[in-house]
Antibody, heavy 121, light 108 residues
Framework: EVQLVESGGGLVQPGRSLRLSCAAS????????MHWVRQVPGKGLEWVSG????????GYADSVKGRFTISRDNAQKFFFLQMESLRAEDSAMYYC??????????????WGQGTLVTVSS | EVVMTQSPATLSVSPGERVTLSCRAS??????LAWYQQKPGQAPRLLIY???TRATGIPARFSGSGSGTEFTLTISSLQSEDFAVYHC??????????FGQGTKLEIK
């Protein structure tokens, strides 16, 4: 069974940093692209960033480009999102999500339960 | 960026009814469209991919259709557990992956 467990969320002041982690199990992590998707409670889903299986292809939403950095550790089966210069509008539930494809371009077939990030002074 | 538009925003229906949700893309996405179901307090769950293929474990009352820019999700006979928010998402042109704003199915 695929399991994605996020951690690292919390309350942080504007301008500060936070690192989200996602522990993956139940599938060959090194074979699949991974993404971060966020959702303001009560609102729609917003894709944040994605990375191919081998870290060779990376993409970011314009809203986070230059502030967020995605990475993965295939040996340890972890996926990360480093968030810098956080803003109030970054407050959301952040989901770690598995792509059905290795490179991108597949449906998002497994989701973690999310970790909540609140940016506030 | 491909803009995804779902309609309606909210749909009030009774259990047992047939319901159709719509999703439109601002440019052609072929059949690279997925539907997700999200219940309160839960993460989204994949229902349909490639516009019409049910994901593992999804009941046959859920069906998807469409290609190009127009897509629909049909639930043939609504069960109590189907009242939720439904999101469509394109994965044809990326980055970014883009989602519709969601359709909420509520009990009439």
């Amino acid at each position: 069974e695929v399991q994605l467990v996020e951690s690292g969320g919390g309350l942080v002041q504007p301008g500060r940093s936070l690192r989200l982690s996602c522990a993956a199990s139940g599938f060959r992590f090194e074979d699949y692209a991974m993404h971060w998707v966020r959702q303001v409670p009560g609102k729609g889903l917003e894709w944040v960033s994605g990375m191919s299986y081998n870290s060779g292809s990376i993409g970011y939403a314009d809203s986070v480009k230059g502030r967020f950095t995605i990475s993965r550790d295939n040996a340890q089966k972890f996926f990360f999102l480093q968030m810098e210069s956080l803003r109030a509008e970054d407050s959301a539930m952040y989901y770690c999500v598995k792509d059905s494809s290795s490179r991108w371009g597949g449906e998002l077939d497994s989701w973690g339960q999310g970790t909540l990030v609140t940016v506030s002074s | 960026e491909v803009v995804m538009t779902q309609s309606p925003a909210t749909l009030s229906v009774s259990p047992g009814e047939r319901v159709t949700l719509s999703c439109r893309a601002s440019q052609t996405i072929r059949r690279n469209l997925a539907w997700y179901q999200q219940k309160p307090g839960q993460a989204p769950r994949l229902l349909i991919y490639s516009a019409s293929t049910r994901a593992t474990g999804i009941p046959a009352r859920f069906s998807g259709s469409g290609s190009g820019t127009e897509f629909t999700l049909t639930i043939s006979s609504l069960q109590s557990e189907d009242f939720a928010v439904y999101h469509c998402q394109q994965y044809n042109n990326w980055p970014p992956y883009t989602f519709g704003q969601g359709t909420k199915l509520e009990i009439k």
